[in-house]
């Protein structure tokens, strides 16, 4: 069973903001799992496979719909290292 990241953390991990995971949610760019009070949940594999394709500059899964990034990637390895440290 993966761990679950609240969407603070995730975004954290992606260096990118919790509107756009909303927004990404919305468009089915990066799913989000929803608890019973409707927030947003995202497994952390997903979210380290993210962030490594964004480090690599490999673009998105689905790239028929999604648009190239507007801007070079700012994750870190640092930002990978503290993603390791969250319990699995």
Not at 21 to 34: I, N, Q, T, V, Y
Request: charged share 35%; hydrophobic share 30%; net charge positive.
């Amino acid at each position: 069973m993966p761990y679950w990241l609240r969407i603070g953390e995730a975004a954290r991990l992606l260096d990118l903001s919790v509107d756009t995971l909303r927004k990404w949610d919305r468009e089915g760019r990066l799913r989000a799992h929803r608890t019973r009070g409707h927030h947003r949940r995202y497994a952390l594999p997903e979210i380290r496979d993210l962030a490594a394709r964004r480090l690599r500059g490999t673009p998105p899964l689905d790239a028929r719909r999604a648009p190239a990034y507007s801007h070079s990637p700012r994750i870190t390895p640092s930002s990978l290292r503290y993603s390791s440290r969250i319990p699995r």
